[in-house]
Nanobody, 122 residues
Framework: QVQLVESGGGLAQSGGSLSLSCAAS????????MDWYRQAPGKQRELVAS???????NYADSVKGRFTMSRDNAKNTMYLQMNSLKPEDTAVYYC????????????????WGQGTQVTVSS
């Protein structure tokens, strides 16, 4: 069974850095798009960054120049390096991926990580 497991996050001061990782496990044929989302209390979930397979990374305007998303296809893992953190970056961060499992090679499915808390103090 395919699943995404996140690690990282935690507490940082304003201006500090944190990193997140998200590893996909299971019988995977191909991972297409990978994304990071976040959801702050009382707000809708928003897209932070995304990388299509073999494409360039796109970022939300609010994180451009501060966050860097990368992926390691050999490890089925995505990363989010967060620098110059601001209190408004406080949220639960979720990884997401569109994955073609080996058991259903003609279909792409959407998978979510469990979410990890990022808190930035002022």
């Amino acid at each position: 069974q395919v699943q995404l497991v996140e690690s990282g996050g935690g507490l940082a001061q304003s201006g500090g850095s944190l990193s997140l990782s998200c590893a996909a496990s299971g019988s995977i044929l191909r991972i297409n798009r990978m994304d990071w989302y976040r959801q702050a209390p009382g707000k809708q979930r928003e897209l932070v960054a995304s990388i299509p397979n073999g494409g360039s990374t796109n970022y939300a305007d609010s994180v451009k120049g501060r966050f860097t998303m990368s992926r390691d296809n050999a490890k089925n893992t995505m990363y989010l390096q967060m620098n110059s953190l601001k209190p408004e970056d406080t949220a639960v961060y979720y990884c997401h991926a569109n994955i073609v499992p080996a058991s259903a090679a003609r279909y792409e499915f959407s998978y979510w990580g469990q979410g990890t808390q990022v808190t930035v103090s002022s």
